[in-house]
């Protein structure tokens, strides 16, 4: 079965700091890898996602992220964050698509300015 | 385009009643999720329709949770009778069928429902 972690629950940084969200996953095979950003009273909103050939993702809003196998982790960056990126961010694996998604707990990113 | 919407975006209820949450996925999508977060956890699987069917109910916690398709549009999930450890955020999600391309297999989400039992 499927797991993934997020080693931190509260994150702060200070506006134009650099951003680096931890993500673990458990799976055997090839996983299919997402970052989702829930923003008060919104829903989630997908970031980015790797399905398969570049490692290294592009997503919206300025955000990467970096698929190590080896290390099993798929985590979350970006350059200068800007006070709206504070939020809550999930990291998730499916492992067939189309199929369920296996959340992480979640990352609460605080900016301070 | 409209999203993935849910109603309603909140409700109290009290120990043994019921509630029905209903989800409108995005138009055209045959694929829809429910999910639930409780008590700041991890968000969690519920189950997934293809169309009006159910084709993974793996998620759902017990028989206190019916969820419907009728005709392959909205779903509604009803809980009966709810319990305290029923509160949480309840959300919904749709993607495409068989589509190929960059947004294939991306799951849309709604702003979820909150429920809380008392």
């Known amino acids: 079965a499927q797991s993934v972690t997020q080693p931190d629950i509260h994150i702060t940084v200070s506006e134009g700091a650099s951003l680096e969200l931890r993500c673990n996953y458990s799976?055997?095979?090839?996983?299919?890898l997402f970052w989702y950003v829930q923003s008060p009273g919104q829903g989630l909103q997908l970031l980015l996602k790797?399905?398969?050939?570049?490692?290294l993702v592009q997503g919206i809003k300025g955000f990467e992220a970096e698929f190590k196998r080896s290390q099993s982790s798929f985590n979350l960056r970006k350059p200068s964050v800007h006070w709206s990126d504070a939020a809550e961010y999930f990291c998730?694996?499916?492992?067939?698509?189309?199929?369920?998604?296996?959340f992480g707990a979640g990352t609460i990113l605080r900016v301070k300015s | 385009e409209a999203g993935v919407t849910q109603f309603p975006s909140h409700s109290v209820i009290e120990k043994g009643q019921t509630v029905t949450l209903r989800c409108d996925p995005i138009s055209g999508h045959d694929n829809l999720y429910w999910y639930r977060r409780v008590m700041g956890k991890e968000i969690k699987f519920l189950l997934h329709?293809?169309?009006?069917?159910?084709?993974?109910e793996s998620g759902m916690p017990n028989n206190r949770f019916l969820a419907e398709r009728t005709g392959g549009t909205y779903s509604t999930l009803k809980v009966q009778p709810a319990e305290l450890e029923d509160s949480g955020v309840y959300f919904c999600a749709s993607s495409q069928a068989g589509v190929r391309g960059p947004n294939s297999y991306e799951q849309y989400f709604g702003p979820g429902t909150r429920l809380t039992v008392t």
């Open positions: 790797y399905f398969s050939g570049d490692t």
């Open positions: 329709f293809v169309k009006e069917s159910k084709q993974d």
């Open positions: 799976y055997g095979a090839t996983p299919y």
């Open positions: 998730a694996v499916g492992a067939v698509p189309g199929n369920k998604l296996v």
